[in-house]
């Protein structure tokens, strides 16, 4: 059975099964890396299926393994640096601006991360290459924090030379059955989803209620600099 066909025959996948299998065929390794990249750019393609099949194409004899893992790792490099230098170009003043602007989110909380950043950042940057979602936002935050590009280069090879072998060779060795990684890749993406969503809805109740605490005290929101000016402007708002 040839690639393409075992592609086509997957309703589950779809289009970008056989939109990466055609881009690996027809390029071999730079295929597989330049798939890679644009997954970093559009998280929506899934790397749990752009992965397993580079793997497979490569047990088909369409490019080597070795190719495969070095072209997938430039690709996901490639792709995060690009991230990395729109955090930059964002900068630390803009992110700023734009939270001030934003509902229940106050500058505080962006001092928190920053100070968060300073301490775990290397951390965050190499264990985010191997967790769905994060996989790619992590490098915004490394862009405007301006973490050492060099550092970062580093860390983003290594943890995505690790993402990416587990399931080059788990395609490679699967298969015909490589598609089955997808599956319990799914499973993990979800646990990631929902714990994410947990953690989203504890901080938006416990902002909530501190907002409300504040108010009946006759506070600002919070101690940020913007909100103490609104409250003397507005000190019955």
């Given at each position: ?111 928190k991360t920053e ?92 902002r909530i209620q ?12 919070s101690d940020d ?13």
């Amino acid at each position: 059975m040839s690639v393409t066909v075992l592609a086509q025959s997957s309703s589950e996948l779809g289009g970008i099964a056989g939109w990466a299998v055609d881009l690996m065929e027809k390029l071999g390794g730079l295929g597989a890396g330049l798939a890679i990249a644009l997954e970093n750019l559009f998280p929506p393609l899934p790397s749990e299926v752009i992965l397993p099949l580079a793997g497979f194409t490569a047990s088909q004899g369409k490019m080597s393994l070795v190719g495969a893992l070095l072209w997938t790792t430039a690709g996901s490099v490639v792709g995060a640096a690009i991230l990395y230098w729109l955090g930059v170009l964002l900068g630390r003043d803009r992110l700023r601006a734009i939270v001030d602007k934003m509902p229940l989110v106050s500058l505080a909380d962006v001092d928190k991360t920053e100070a968060w950043f300073d301490r775990h950042g290397k951390k965050a940057v190499f264990f985010g290459r191997m967790i769905p979602i994060f996989r790619s936002l992590i490098s915004i935050p490394a862009g405007i924090q301006k973490m050492s590009f060099g550092v970062f280069v580093l860390l983003t090879t290594a943890g995505s030379a690790i993402w990416n072998t587990i399931f080059v060779l788990a395609g490679y060795f699967l298969g015909s059955n490589w598609d089955k990684v997808e599956v319990y890749a799914g499973y993990f993406q979800y646990v990631v989803i929902a714990v994410v969503a947990v953690l989203l809805i504890w901080w938006l109740v416990r902002r909530i209620q501190d907002i409300r605490r504040r108010r009946a005290a006759g506070l600002p929101d919070s101690d940020d600099p913007s909100d103490l000016a609104r409250a003397k402007r507005h000190p019955h708002a």
